[in-house]
């Protein structure tokens, strides 16, 4: 049975904020509940269920700290809440919201989306070694690009190096055209793209060429000991197991390591067991070690890629 609430907001700045830049925020509280949203004057005009109306009262109700105040909310925080309300995690939602990572070229925040984004961002924090493991869209490399990139705008490194195996899908270095650095571009383009979300191109350029920042193929990491430097290996379920001890054991003084893979997506052949897949066995038991898991309820890209996680998962049981 359709009912029709309507829900009066105290201010029209608490108005503006709840429902965002062209009603931003209407449209995403009403793609995740189903239900109609309007907004006449300060009243919110909800159109659904009285389950999809119970659940909007909740998902605003759970983030009326912000808007009530004028404080512009996003898309992203009403995804959070979402999820909070989804685990029944309200209590710590304010917590998510409280601790940004850092901010964009465009000054948009960025903080965790779901509770294990957080619990990764925290491991990340306070080891020098975290595995992390989840599907695509989960935000394992972005996260970890972030923490790199503000740990070493405000000095706590020396070096911000990324790399990454130069296999996938099939292809193979030598069947690409142009010189070594022309090959390599598009398997970093990854890890390029989120540094250019917090550093000016022309910036990066700069840092890249003192050798402050290095995007390398792991075969650049033979032979080195990273000392005093933010270390981030992605896609590392395509690593052979020579490759990641290798990559582990590069580890310097005043270093930390983030490692991200999804072993799902695995392009090695056939025979050949993955790096990732084998450290995790082998160092699960190390205490100082952190290993984090996300699923396809951290996906937090376009709604439709976790639905795509999902019918995966579920075509491969």
């Known amino acids: 049975m359709v009912e029709t609430f309507t829900l009066p907001l105290p201010s029209p700045e608490s108005a503006i904020a709840l429902s965002g830049v062209q009603e931003d925020n209407l449209k995403t509280i009403a793609r995740q509940t189903g239900a109609t949203l309007v907004l006449r004057g300060q009243d919110l005009v909800i159109t659904g269920t009285p389950n999809q109306i119970e659940l909007i009262k909740r ?22 809440a979402r999820h909070a309300l989804d685990t029944q995690q309200e209590g710590e939602l304010e917590t998510i919201q409280q601790d940004v990572l850092g901010r964009t070229r465009r000054g948009e925040a960025v903080r965790a989306k779901t509770f294990r984004q957080r619990q990764y961002i925290q491991a990340v924090r306070t080891h020098d070694l975290t595995f992390c493991i989840g ?12 923490l790199a990139i503000q740990a070493l705008l405000s000095n706590q490194y020396e070096r911000l190096i990324l790399t990454r195996p130069a296999v996938e899908a099939g292809e193979r270095l030598g069947f690409l055209p142009g010189d070594l650095q022309q090959k390599i571009d598009p398997y970093l383009r990854p890890l390029y793209d989120a540094l250019y979300e917090f550093v000016e191109p022309e910036k990066i ?12 193929p792991i075969a650049y990491m033979r032979g080195r000991t990273l000392n005093n430097a933010f270390v981030i290996i992605d896609e590392a379920q395509n690593t052979t197991p020579a490759q990641m001890k290798m990559l582990l054991t590069r580890i310097g003084f005043k270093s930390k390591m983030v490692v991200t893979g999804d072993l799902t997506q695995t392009d090695l052949p056939m025979h050949q067991e993955s790096g990732l897949a084998m450290a995790q066995k082998i160092l699960k038991s190390i205490d100082t070690i952190a290993f984090c898991t996300l699923n396809k309820a951290d996906v937090v890209r376009h709604p439709l890629v976790q639905k795509i996680v999902e019918a995966y998962e579920q075509y491969e049981r």
């Open 59 to 80: 998902l605003i109700g759970a983030l009326e700290s912000s808007w009530s105040k004028g404080q512009a909310i996003s898309s992203v925080d009403i995804l959070t």
């Open 205 to 216: 350029s700069g840092l890249m060429e003192r050798g402050i920042i290095e995007v390398a």
């Open 135 to 146: 599907p695509a869209g989960t935000g394992k490399t972005y996260l970890a690009a972030v």
